[in-house]
């Protein structure tokens, strides 16, 4: 019995391992939340992916799209919109944090245009669920779209 519990143990430490990379050189992705679909009254739909510690982020108005880094539960970028996709007008600041209150989780957002000013503390986003279409999907795979912050 005392063999059998030891090898059971052996196993879970060994899977352990190689799920957080530690064996495989992988980085453990640290995704606190963000991943998936949410939704906001201010700025409409969006689905986010996380790859590592980079998050992008596509969302209904105007076209938009934000690219950054992730940091705990923070996420750190750059946002753009149409038609310009530049400052001052289309494009600038953003930090989104994910927070879980009982079972509802949320994100907590300031933005700003450009790279100075006043931030504005109304991007807020309600969690819907996971799944990100097919037809969103293949647009995150359009690098031009994403611009990293100046």
């Known amino acids: 019995m005392a063999g059998t519990r030891r090898l059971l143990c052996t196993f879970a430490a060994l899977a352990l391992v190689f799920t957080t990379g530690a064996c495989t050189g992988e980085k453990e992705t640290a995704d606190p939340g963000f991943a998936g ?32 880094t992730l940091h705990g539960a923070t996420f750190t970028g750059w946002w753009t919109e149409s038609p310009s996709r530049r400052p001052a007008a289309d494009a600038g600041d953003v930090e989104l944090t994910v927070t879980r209150t009982d079972a509802q989780r949320t994100i907590d957002g300031k933005w700003r245009y450009g790279t100075s000013g006043t931030a504005r503390e109304n991007w807020d986003l309600v969690w819907v669920d996971a799944v990100i279409p097919p037809d969103i999907a293949a647009r995150f795979n359009d690098a031009a779209m994403f611009i990293q912050h100046p």
Do not use: F, L, P
């Open 37 to 68: 679909h949410w939704t906001s009254d201010q700025w409409g739909e969006h689905y986010i992916v996380v790859e590592n510690s980079t998050v992008k982020i596509i969302y209904t108005h105007d076209d938009g799209r934000a690219m950054g």
